[in-house]
């Protein structure tokens, strides 16, 4: 029985706890947010996860080095599959994302997540690899920026900033100098700058002055300074070339109230949802948003805000708390994994849990626009779920191998 004692010595338990946890809470959330509906969201959640187990048995126990092997593959596959969504995808909501095998309907966006973080991991683990040069900088953007763009024209606006979000940790991680970061980051920064010219100018100026005393190079520097002042200057002028969904979804986050009865409606009743949960919140299956259909999409989007008003601040404490000690204990492993590959990979799933916690939660409470990104093991959804559990596999996997090299 040595094995078996091997294994309850080197198991994570700290990670598979805190994902039991959420996923117990999960289900049972869902259970309450199908009040009044035919469907039992937390039933046939507690399905996609039954079925989801071997996937997850298959990443946790299936060597590092396997995974390292074919990483370029699933790239590959995955951008071949985002290439097929605009040749035969399935339209729903507004948005051409799924594939169909026979009955079954997922979305390759979300097998993307898993290979750009596998791929971009082997690609930054590579002992030639020297993030001070700008060719390998540039092929761990174009890594990135292939199936970011093939998503962006679904249109899926938030699994494409999942995209952009998960690079830069990656390249951090990987030792990318901080002016390097600046330069990634500082569209993004004039974008957030280009409402006041006179705060976008003084950005430009900062900006100018980090690189020049970095050392960056004077190309590098003259690009960076182009991209951010075409942007941030052009930016305002190009809001027609937005979807008129995205439109919207903007000005209602920027005043909800300005269509309390249409795109201000969802937010507006989420908002309300979680603020009459007060501390210990109103029961399960009491919540009169919830229950009596008040609140759209609670199933999937704004799940958190059924949380927030039938458990109330303790309960929304307590899942924050479960994805704090999850991530934490990933991050931690990762900054110390002997190997690189290992470290890298873990980093890129943090940071797709970190983006979806974050950017959801903030959808519910009214500080960030809706997006349509799904809460990790709480919103029912069975590629979602199953991409989770991936790399939840992944994770205790490579938890697991902290302590080798790679072989």
Same mark, same amino acid.
């Given at each position: 029985?040595?094995? /078996?004692?091997?294994? @309850?010595?080197?198991?994570?338990?700290? *990670?598979? @706890?805190?994902? &039991?946890?959420?996923?117990?809470?999960?289900?049972?959330?869902?259970?309450?947010?199908?009040?009044?509906?035919?469907?039992?969201? %937390?039933?046939?959640?507690?399905?996609?996860?039954?079925?989801?187990?071997?996937?997850?048995?298959?990443?946790?126990?299936?060597?590092? $080095?396997?995974?390292?092997?074919?990483?370029?593959?699933?790239?590959?596959? +995955?951008? /071949?599959?985002?290439? *097929?969504?605009?040749?035969? %995808?399935?339209?729903?909501?507004?948005?051409?994302?799924?594939?169909?095998?026979?009955? /079954?309907?997922?979305?390759?966006?979300?097998?993307?997540?898993? +290979?750009?973080?596998?791929?971009?991991?082997?690609?930054?683990?590579?002992?030639?690899?020297? #993030?001070?040069?700008?060719?390998?900088?540039?092929?761990?953007?174009?890594?990135?920026?292939?199936? &970011?763009?093939?998503?962006?024209?679904?249109?899926?606006?938030?699994?494409?900033?999942?995209? $952009?979000?998960?690079?830069?940790?990656?390249?951090?991680?990987?030792?990318?100098?901080?002016?390097?970061?600046?330069?990634?980051?500082?569209?993004?920064?004039?974008?957030?700058? $280009?409402?006041?010219?006179?705060?976008?100018?003084?950005?430009?100026?900062?900006?100018?002055?980090?690189?020049?005393?970095?050392?960056?190079?004077?190309?590098?520097?003259?690009? +960076?300074? $182009?991209?951010?002042?075409?942007?941030?200057?052009?930016?305002?002028?190009?809001?027609? @070339?937005?979807?008129?969904?995205?439109?919207?979804?903007? *000005?209602?986050?920027?005043?909800?109230?300005?269509?309390?009865?249409?795109?201000?409606?969802?937010?507006?009743?989420?908002?309300?949802?979680?603020?009459?949960?007060?501390?210990?919140?109103?029961?399960?299956?009491?919540?009169?948003?919830?229950?009596?259909?008040?609140?759209?999409?609670?199933?999937?989007? =704004?799940?958190?805000?059924?949380?927030?008003?039938?458990?109330?601040?303790?309960?929304? =404490?307590?899942?924050?708390?479960?994805?704090?000690?999850?991530?934490?204990?990933?991050?931690?492993?990762?900054?110390?994994?002997?190997?690189?590959?290992?470290? #890298?990979?873990?980093?890129?799933?943090?940071?797709?849990?970190?983006?979806?916690?974050?950017?959801?939660?903030?959808?519910?409470?009214?500080?960030?626009?809706?997006?349509?990104?799904? &809460?990790? =093991? @709480?919103?029912?959804?069975?590629?979602?779920?199953?991409?989770?559990?991936?790399?939840?596999? /992944?994770?205790?996997?490579?938890?697991?191998?902290?302590?080798?090299?790679?072989?």
């Amino acid at each position: 029985m040595s094995w /078996l004692h091997t294994l @309850l010595r080197r198991l994570d338990w700290t *990670l598979l @706890l805190s994902f &039991l946890a959420l996923m117990a809470i999960g289900m049972t959330v869902l259970h309450s947010a199908s009040g009044g509906q035919e469907t039992d969201y %937390g039933l046939r959640q507690l399905l996609w996860f039954v079925m989801g187990l071997p996937l997850l048995l298959v990443c946790a126990l299936t060597p590092p $080095s396997f995974w390292f092997a074919i990483s370029w593959v699933a790239w590959g596959v +995955a951008v /071949l599959l985002l290439l *097929l969504v605009d040749l035969m %995808g399935l339209v729903g909501m507004g948005a051409e994302r799924w594939l169909a095998i026979g009955d /079954l309907h997922f979305q390759p966006s979300e097998i993307g997540k898993l +290979a750009l973080v596998l791929s971009l991991a082997r690609l930054l683990s590579d002992n030639r690899a020297d #993030l001070s040069q700008l060719k390998w900088v540039l092929a761990a953007l174009g890594l990135a920026g292939l199936p &970011l763009l093939l998503v962006l024209t679904q249109p899926d606006l938030g699994t494409s900033l999942t995209y $952009s979000f998960v690079t830069v940790p990656m390249l951090i991680r990987a030792g990318l100098p901080w002016s390097w970061v600046l330069i990634l980051l500082s569209p993004i920064i004039a974008a957030m700058c $280009s409402l006041n010219i006179f705060v976008l100018l003084l950005f430009i100026l900062i900006l100018a002055a980090v690189l020049y005393y970095s050392e960056a190079g004077i190309w590098v520097m003259a690009a +960076a300074l $182009s991209v951010s002042a075409t942007i941030g200057f052009a930016l305002p002028q190009l809001w027609t @070339l937005l979807h008129e969904y995205q439109q919207k979804r903007i *000005l209602v986050f920027l005043n909800p109230e300005s269509d309390p009865l249409g795109a201000g409606y969802q937010i507006i009743q989420s908002k309300v949802a979680i603020g009459s949960g007060g501390l210990w919140g109103k029961g399960y299956m009491e919540g009169g948003q919830t229950q009596l259909s008040f609140l759209p999409e609670r199933q999937t989007d =704004f799940i958190f805000s059924v949380l927030g008003e039938e458990w109330g601040f303790v309960g929304t =404490f307590t899942v924050v708390a479960l994805f704090g000690v999850l991530l934490t204990r990933t991050l931690v492993i990762a900054l110390k994994h002997r190997n690189g590959f290992c470290g #890298l990979a873990m980093t890129g799933f943090a940071s797709v849990l970190v983006f979806h916690v974050v950017v959801n939660i903030g959808m519910a409470t009214g500080i960030a626009p809706v997006t349509g990104l799904p &809460l990790p =093991f @709480l919103t029912y959804g069975g590629t979602f779920l199953w991409t989770c559990m991936a790399m939840v596999g /992944l994770l205790l996997n490579f938890s697991w191998h902290r302590r080798d090299s790679l072989t």
